[in-house]
Each structure stands twice: as structure tokens, then as C-alpha cells.
């Protein structure tokens, strides 16, 4: 795993700064906690749309070029597919690493 974003995002899961799971994140969207929300690439149409449409509401920023793999390897868990970070400054470098391509 070379890529800095899913380092940081096991760096945060660490932490104890990151939520997973579909309903945890919605509510962290909906109370604003989420800096940021992952979702897998190949994730469920339904859950798709429920996350973007959220995301776009609360005006949370969303990254979603990942796999489910990808997320789950990173977390050091099976089957992550949502994931939300809840640290201001976990979130901020995530955001710094996806603009920079890294």
C-alpha cells in the first residue's frame, strides 16, 4: 500500500478517528462529526446515492475512487464500504492528499 490517502486513513482508524459502517456515518453526516466520508467504488447503487445525497446536503466532502478492498486493507477490516473520519485534522490532510493526487 503506497498510496499516502489510505495510509492516512489507517492512521486514523488508529486513532480511534474514524467510523465505518453505513448508519454510523449517516448520523455523523447528519450531526456534521464527519470531516470526510469514503465510500467504495463498488459499493451498492442504494448505498451510492444515499451517501452522495447526503454529502452533497451536509456539504461534506466525499472520496469515492476507492475499492471495498482498498478501504478494508487500509482499515485492517473485512468489507468496509463507508467510512467516515471525524478529525478535523486527519480530515484536512486527507483533503490536502486527494488534491495533490497522492
Known amino acids: 500500500m503506497t498510496d499516502r490517502l489510505l495510509n492516512m486513513l489507517g492512521l486514523a482508524k488508529?486513532?480511534?478517528?474514524?467510523?465505518?459502517?453505513?448508519?454510523?456515518?449517516?448520523?455523523?453526516?447528519?450531526?456534521?462529526?464527519?470531516?470526510?466520508?469514503?465510500?467504495?467504488?463498488?459499493?451498492?447503487?442504494?448505498?451510492?446515492?444515499?451517501?452522495?445525497?447526503?454529502?452533497?446536503?451536509?456539504?461534506?466532502?466525499l472520496i469515492d475512487h476507492y475499492t471495498n478492498e482498498s478501504l478494508s486493507n487500509a482499515t485492517g477490516a473485512a468489507n468496509r464500504v463507508v467510512l467516515s473520519v471525524t478529525d478535523p485534522g486527519f480530515g484536512r490532510k486527507m483533503l490536502e492528499l486527494k488534491e495533490k493526487g497522492k
Open 14 to 61: 488508529r486513532a480511534g478517528k474514524l467510523t465505518a459502517g453505513e448508519e454510523k456515518t449517516l448520523e455523523n453526516i447528519r450531526s456534521k462529526k464527519a470531516e470526510v466520508v469514503f465510500l467504495a467504488a463498488d459499493a451498492g447503487a442504494n448505498t451510492r446515492k444515499k451517501i452522495h445525497d447526503k454529502c452533497r446536503t451536509y456539504d461534506i466532502p
